[in-house]
């Protein structure tokens, strides 16, 4: 099985990803955002530095994938911590034209030879609690994190899961925390065996807040 976890910044998808691990008896594929050296200069300058942080993103996810993805993915369970298209996603926030086109085209392009999930797990979350915790982890480079931008992508997020059809789990995770409430981590997984029908799961285990798509 093929997982991926995908939300709004600040969410935890980490953190659930190597949570579920031991879980599944599963490898973790994490994103690696630390290395993209137009980070910390995107969050403060968006407009100046979009484009360059996009496509860094875009092409460091895309070999991530086909290194770690497409060489062995029948032989193993694995979780991720992204999608290939949450690129395209935050791509459509912060560029626009001639700039977006280029994206769109080199996207396309690469997205053709990327497997798709067996399950996307959205973790969704409302943009306060999000950018509380984007506070209390306090990242260098995410300290100018402004509530208009984590607004808009949890919309653009919203909209994008509404377009596709891909197999969705929804979870709201704004009342849950699974990274010190056990009980709460085993409702989540509970609800990714019932949607992959593996067994054992209860179907009517009552449930914080979710909606499958």
């Known amino acids: 099985m093929y997982i991926a ?35 910390s200069n995107f969050y403060t300058d968006r407009k100046r530095y979009a484009f360059q942080t996009q496509i860094f993103f875009l092409l460091s ?21 992204y999608t290939f298209e949450k690129d395209a996603i935050f791509a459509r926030i912060n560029l626009t034209g001639d700039e977006l086109a280029t994206y769109n085209l080199v996207h396309e392009a690469l997205a053709e030879r990327i497997p798709k999930p067996d399950l996307i797990v959205y973790l969704k979350a409302d943009t306060n609690i999000a950018m ?5 982890r306090d990242r260098s480079y995410e300290r100018n994190m402004e509530r208009d931008y984590i607004e808009a992508l949890n919309q653009a997020y919203d909209a994008h899961f509404t377009r596709h ?6 979870i709201d995770s704004s009342r849950l925390d699974f990274v010190h409430q056990p009980k709460h981590l085993s409702q989540v997984a509970n609800r990714i065996r ?16 979710d909606h499958s798509e």
């Open 194 to 209: 019932s949607a992959l029908g593996i067994p054992p799961y209860q179907p009517e285990l009552p449930f914080q807040g």
């Open 165 to 170: 059809p891909e197999k969705v789990l929804a």
């Open 132 to 136: 509380q915790r984007i506070a209390s």
């Open 5 to 39: 976890i995908e939300g709004v910044i600040g969410v935890g998808k980490t953190s659930l990803a190597r949570l579920l691990q031991p879980v599944f008896s599963s490898d973790v594929l994490l994103e690696i955002f630390e290395q993209n050296p137009f980070l």
């Open 61 to 81: 996810r895309y070999r991530q994938q086909m290194d770690l993805i497409h060489s062995d993915l029948s032989q193993r369970t694995l979780i991720s911590d």
